[in-house]
């Protein structure tokens, strides 16, 4: 499909761990990149590849990729961490590019 | 430290031509590992693709816009734009302009971005 499907809301307490997914048949072949938006401003790619990070993402954010199943996992959400979160990657024929629906991270 | 900037109307007519320019600084626009794109966002909404462009000329376009878009890169300039044409209501939105980079030539991702402007469709 040329689709990245993303759960529309999340939340987590302060300090606890998050996984926030992204759904798509490319994900078996593309790995997906993250990026994080705050109101009123431009999105920041915070994974991309393997699991890589920009320089000064921390590290309690970190990407996992399984079948059709790309993760973005916060460990010890923190009050900054709230944002939107969405992925991106190829779509299945490879020629063009995806965002995923978004994802609303509430940290409680 | 690389800074893009979306220069343009803010402003559009029904059915006629939006035209944006996005100016590139702190790194080549000819830089071969690097591809140039456009991202919108209608208000309120999510992300979505519009297309990017290489160097050399060379574009992808999102399927969706592709009738009514065109994309072009002026190295001399160091800038890159996008026009789409026949606009509606619906392509109101944040348009982003963006730098991409691939891990493996084949992971897409975007590492830089311009501040965004928005361009109201209306008459």
């Known amino acids: 499909s040329s689709e990245l499907t993303q759960d529309p809301a999340v939340s987590v307490a302060l300090g606890q761990t998050v996984k926030i997914t992204c759904q798509g048949d490319s994900l078996r072949t593309y790995y997906a990149s993250w990026y994080q938006q705050k109101p009123g401003e431009a999105p920041a790619l915070v994974i991309y590849g393997k699991n890589n990070r920009p320089s000064g993402i921390p590290d309690r954010l970190s990407g996992s990729n399984s079948g059709n199943t790309a993760s973005l996992t916060i460990s010890g959400a923190q009050a900054e961490d709230e944002a939107d979160y969405y992925c991106?990657?190829?779509?299945?024929?490879?020629?063009?590019?995806?965002f995923g629906g978004g994802t609303k991270l509430t940290v409680l | 430290q690389v800074q893009l900037q979306e220069s343009g109307p803010r402003l559009v007519k029904p059915s006629e031509t939006l035209s944006l320019r996005c100016s590139v600084s702190?790194?080549?626009?000819?830089?071969?590992?690097?591809?140039w794109g456009w991202i919108r966002q209608p208000p309120g909404k999510g992300l979505e693709w519009i297309g990017d462009i290489y160097y050399n000329g060379v574009t992808h376009y999102s399927p969706s816009l592709s009738s009514r878009l065109t994309m072009s890169v002026d190295t001399s300039k160091n800038h890159f734009s996008l026009s789409l044409t026949s606009v509606t209501a619906s392509d109101t939105a944040v348009y982003y302009c963006a730098r991409r980079g691939e891990t493996a030539m084949v992971n897409p991702y975007f590492d830089s971005w311009g501040q965004g402007t928005l361009v109201t469709v209306a008459s």
């Open positions: 991106s990657s190829r779509d299945s024929s490879g020629n063009h590019l995806l």
């Open positions: 702190g790194v080549s626009i000819s830089n071969f590992n690097y591809h």
